[in-house]
């Protein structure tokens, strides 16, 4: 079988009219893959650092392409360099597990594990892989267990050692978003493993309420799109009340023909959160809207086929001068949700799984 032939099978499910062919499709694969290290580490770009929530976005997005193997190799690297205590390092420089340069740990960032190792196994079916990452995932959700408050919400990150290693209690809305999908694929996990965790249910519920029914528990990070879309994307919320959230803050974040800004009020539209909203909009069955934002973040592909971080259009600028993974992956995971992957519908869908426990004052999804 020829290179061609073999990017051809990968990806003919991933092309989308309007957004990419089976061949933009492979090259977009291909760059990514080649950014990839030896030991399975995906790197924002060659030479720049590795954070561990990104380098599984880019590894579903292997996954969703069929490169199971690669996608394999970056979920070894996590097991292989988790700390005793279940976290990564927010940064590694190149991905070399040497060389950390931010040493705090974001429990987003740690807890996101569990939704790769859930998207993995559905597009593979590897027993033995879940039952080798089921301790890095259970250790994982422990640390960023200990860092729930008592209002359901979850600290953002445990600073370094040498800065005492104390806790950030405060709250990001986005953040604890992340965390909450991530809980309940955990829970679909331990589901699968006969194994459960009623500990987990009840921090997964009370997360949920607090995410749907009280923004005061959270920092005001409104300027951030991601605060308007994750806690959709993650599938906190659903139904009319996630149409309205959408509705709300469409003509403030979203630039027809260019994307979606990162933050209010600057003139800067990124490919992360283009392609992480189109996944929210399809997720509440918005396809067509999801599509046209696909098509409009076109403009920040580049050559080898991976994508621009974002463009500055008051200055007709791209900016920062940077390719990465993640935008890439967040590309390929929505085009994959929108041709019906049935391991990426699994997991942004949400629909099959767990919601944990509800506090008793509110049923979940409400």
């Not at 921090?203 to 605060?227: C, N, Q, V, W």
């Amino acid at each position: 079988m020829t290179r061609a032939d073999r990017g051809q099978r990968r990806t003919e499910t991933l092309a989308l009219p309007g957004v990419l062919t089976v061949e933009q499709a492979a090259r977009t694969v291909d760059a990514v893959l080649a950014v990839q290290r030896p030991d399975g580490a995906i790197p924002w770009f060659p030479g720049h650092h590795l954070d561990p929530w990104d380098h599984i976005e880019a590894a579903m997005a292997l996954d969703a392409a069929g490169e199971h193997e690669a996608a394999g190799a970056a979920y070894d690297w996590l097991v292989r360099h988790q700390d005793a205590d279940g976290g990564w390092f927010a940064a590694y420089q190149d991905g070399d597990p040497a060389r950390p340069t931010d040493r705090s740990r974001e429990s987003n960032f740690c807890a996101y594990v569990a939704v790769g190792a859930w998207h993995h196994y559905l597009s593979t079916g590897d027993d033995a892989f879940i039952e080798h990452i089921w301790p890095t995932v259970a250790a994982a959700v422990e640390f960023v267990l200990d860092l729930q408050q008592p209002g359901g919400q979850i600290g953002w990150k445990r600073e370094a050692v040498e800065n005492g290693g104390a806790a950030v209690t405060d709250a990001l809305l986005t953040g604890s978003s992340s965390v909450h999908q991530a809980l309940r694929c955990a829970l679909a996990i331990a589901e699968h493993r006969e194994e459960p965790q009623p500990d987990w249910e009840l921090a997964t519920g009370a997360l949920g309420h607090a995410i749907r029914r009280h923004p005061e528990r959270f920092l005001d990070k409104g300027r951030y799109s991601m605060d308007w879309y994750y806690p959709v994307l993650s599938g906190a919320l659903r139904g009319p009340r996630a149409l309205a959230r959408i509705e709300e803050g469409w003509s403030r974040f979203v630039v027809p023909g260019l994307g979606v800004r990162c933050v209010l009020p600057n003139p800067w539209v990124t490919g992360g959160e283009t392609a992480e909203l189109a996944l929210a909009l399809w997720a509440v069955g918005e396809s067509d809207r999801a599509v046209r934002l696909l098509a409009d973040m076109q403009h920040l592909r580049a050559d080898d086929g991976l994508y621009w971080t974002g463009y500055v259009f008051e200055d007709d600028a791209v900016w920062p001068v940077e390719r990465t993974t993640w935008t890439a992956g967040a590309l390929l995971l929505a085009v994959a949700a929108l041709g019906g992957d049935e391991a990426t519908t699994a997991v942004f869908g949400a629909e099959r799984l767990p919601n944990g426990l509800a506090p008793a004052c509110c049923p979940p999804r409400l």
